[in-house]
Nanobody, 111 residues
């Protein structure tokens, strides 16, 4: 079974940028990959998806600021996050289309 490991989280000031990575232990070439996030006391919410074709979709709250991409040769999916806001603070998780989740990486947007 494929395992996912997220990385790249951290503390960044408002307006800053971060790039998250989600590395898979096996091939993800045929899988859709999603990013979700969960803030303390809130439900986990969808952030972005990339299909095996490369087509992407985004939650309205991040559209135009976040970009999801994939490198199938490296079995890795990325989430480039720009113009970060305090409300983007959360633990970010990646997920495969067959419901395998990573352990998450913490993003804190604060001055």
């Amino acid at each position: 079974q494929v395992q996912l490991v997220e990385s790249g989280g951290g503390l960044v000031p408002p307006g800053g940028s971060l790039r998250l990575s989600c590395a898979a232990s096996g091939s993800i070439r045929l899988r859709a990959l999603d990013w979700y996030r969960q803030a303390p006391g809130k439900q986990r919410e969808f952030v972005a998806q990339i299909l095996s074709s490369g087509s992407t979709s985004y939650a309205g709250s991040v559209k135009g600021r976040f970009t999801i991409s994939r490198d199938n040769a490296k079995n890795t999916v990325y989430l480039q996050m720009n113009s970060l806001k305090p409300e983007d603070s959360a633990t970010y998780y990646c997920k495969t289309s067959n419901d395998i989740w990573g352990q998450g990486t913490q993003v804190t947007v604060s001055s």
